[in-house]
């Protein structure tokens, strides 16, 4: 079992930077691979980025790719989503993700076993 609970979030101005952060409780953090999804209002929830247990392979939405940066530290039990230069489309609830699962797509949220409660993010001038 794993609970996830994200913080950073907030309101920030069209081409600012955020980081948001999901820390994971349990003593095997590095055996999941974790990822971020992202949900504005009256849409599905979709795929930002993920990342594997020992870093070495990323993936990220064609939508954020050079403008986010997806990261893990396994001794502080934590993943991050670093957003560089914002857009009011990127606004939603983010929420971060994890699973052992080698099947299926990493950009698809029935890969992933545990969900954080999501965070906030809001993009406006």
């Known amino acids: 079992q794993v609970q996830l609970v994200e913080s950073g979030g907030g309101p920030v101005q069209p081409g600012g930077s955020l980081r948001v952060s999901c820390a994971a409780s349990g003593r095997t953090f590095n055996a999941y691979f974790m990822g971020w999804f992202r949900q504005a209002p009256g849409k599905e929830r979709e795929f930002v980025a993920s990342i594997t247990g020992n870093s070495i392979i990323v993936w990220y939405a064609d939508s954020v790719k050079g403008r986010f940066t997806i990261s893990r530290d396994n001794a502080k039990n934590t993943v991050y989503l670093q957003m560089n230069s914002l857009k009011p489309e990127d606004a939603g609830v983010y929420y971060c993700?994890?699973?052992?699962?080698?099947?299926?797509?990493?950009?698809?949220?029935?890969?992933?076993?545990?969900w954080g409660q999501g965070t906030q993010v809001t993009v406006s001038s």
């Open positions: 993700a994890a699973g052992t699962s080698s099947g299926g797509s990493f950009r698809s949220t029935r890969k992933y076993d545990y």
